[in-house]
């Protein structure tokens, strides 16, 4: 009887502390109504349908402005989000903001650094084309009382020396942050591919989650689409970094699309976790 009560205790204390959790990163195209058919208000409902549908419990957004980040707030109610505008530290410009399930986590810290020499403030740095931000959470599984850190960013699609010297400067801002060596999740739209330097130097402490993924990768290699249903999805730019305390157990690119349009010029990756 003794041993059939432990069993039961150790099954219970395993789904318990060994919850799954779904991550996606995904860059929506920012509000531009140059876009036409593909402007934001013409998809802004994929967006959402499309995050609650794959059960996204944490989500890291790229090019999302104030105005898209109130939209997906109405069509997820029950999700918050920190980050700040990367031109003001307030509200202009992009986010890249880190939305997570309030029903299931307790947000215990947050900040925001940029990708700068300074990273305290609004900056162009190196050779970027523009301001870069990296927004983080640190939250707190409610069933399991397990912290994580999530971080969410978009690299420069212009320089290359501002991609390389962000990388290096996100590592040591995780290693600052991260005191109580927690997991660690880094979302982004990286603006490069996977055998270039900056990958490289995210490898040095962090793993590519797709090449851990315990199931196969499922979906296209690549992660643009440029909003052309015919365009060859090789270019793989959006990734899933973590650390050694998270385990991948599935990792894909979601090509959803309706009557032969993308919610996004980007297409969303998809992780299934246990911390």
Not at 3 to 20: K, P, R, Y
Not at 54 to 63: S, V
Not at 66 to 93: H, M, S, T, Y
Not at 252 to 265: E, G, R
């Amino acid at each position: 009887m003794k041993q059939f009560i432990l069993l039961i205790l150790l099954i219970i204390g395993f789904h318990t502390f060994a919850q799954e959790m779904n991550v996606i990163t995904y860059n929506i195209r920012y509000n531009n109504p140059g876009d036409g058919e593909n402007a934001w208000p013409m998809r802004k409902d994929l967006v959402g349908q499309l995050l609650r549908f794959h059960e996204a419990d944490i989500f890291g957004l790229q090019e999302a402005m104030i105005g898209q980040i109130e939209d997906l707030c109405k069509a997820l109610p029950e999700f918050k989000w920190v980050g700040v505008g990367r031109i003001d530290g307030k509200q202009a410009g992009e986010f890249s903001p880190v939305f997570y399930n309030s029903k299931k986590f307790n947000l215990l810290d947050n900040g925001n650094f940029w990708l700068a020499e300074d990273c305290t403030k609004p900056a162009l740095a190196w050779d970027a084309a523009c301001e870069r931000v990296c927004s983080w959470a640190i939250l707190e599984e409610k069933q399991s009382g397990k912290k994580i850190l999530v971080l969410n960013t978009h690299l420069d699609h212009v320089g290359k020396i501002a991609r390389e010297k962000s990388a290096e400067l996100t590592l040591r801002k995780i290693e600052e942050i991260n005191t109580e060596e927690l997991p660690v999740i880094l979302t982004g739209d990286f603006n490069t591919f996977p055998d270039t330097k900056p990958i490289e130097i995210f490898k040095t402490k962090l793993s590519d989650s797709k090449e851990i993924s315990e199931q196969a990768p499922y979906g296209p290699e690549g992660t643009f689409n440029s909003f052309n249903f015919n365009y060859p999805l090789d270019k793989r730019i959006d990734y899933i970094f973590v650390n050694k305390k998270v385990k991948v157990k599935k990792y894909a690119v979601l090509s959803d699309s309706k009557n032969l349009h993308y919610p996004s010029d980007h297409l969303p990756v998809f992780v299934t976790i246990v911390l």
